[in-house]
């Protein structure tokens, strides 16, 4: 991830197809290392593509693989929910139960 991130940086500072040796730069001087490999492995990768045609038909992607997901995760988060809520109306009634004089020793509310 930080060396697209570092290539897309480039591409938005003006530099419509970054060297590797740019990439390499960008990632030196905020102190990491990269590899040789990684590098031109993307630089090979990204060869003869603009980045923003690869956002948008990332994005496009992206919105499909969602869509799904997010109606099934809404269903769970919601019956999880209410689950809890239940739990606490639950442990709520327990506790009105106890009277106060029985955490003193007396159960007789008279005595007061």
Excluded: C, W
Aim: negative net charge; without cysteine; aromatic residues 4%.
């Amino acid at each position: 991830m930080k060396y697209i991130a570092a290539y897309a940086l480039l591409v938005l500072g003006g530099k419509e197809s970054p060297a590797a040796s740019d990439v390499e730069a960008v990632l030196k001087s905020v102190g990491i290392e990269p590899e040789k490999e990684r590098i031109d492995t993307l630089i090979k990768n990204l060869e003869g593509k603009t980045l923003h045609e690869l956002i948008a038909a990332g994005s496009t992607k992206l919105s499909t693989l969602s869509a799904g997901g997010a109606a099934g995760g809404a269903a769970a988060g919601a019956a999880a929910t209410e689950a809890v809520e239940e739990k606490e109306e639950e442990a709520q009634e327990e506790e009105a139960d106890v009277g106060v004089g029985d955490i003193f020793g007396g159960g007789d509310d008279d005595d007061y």
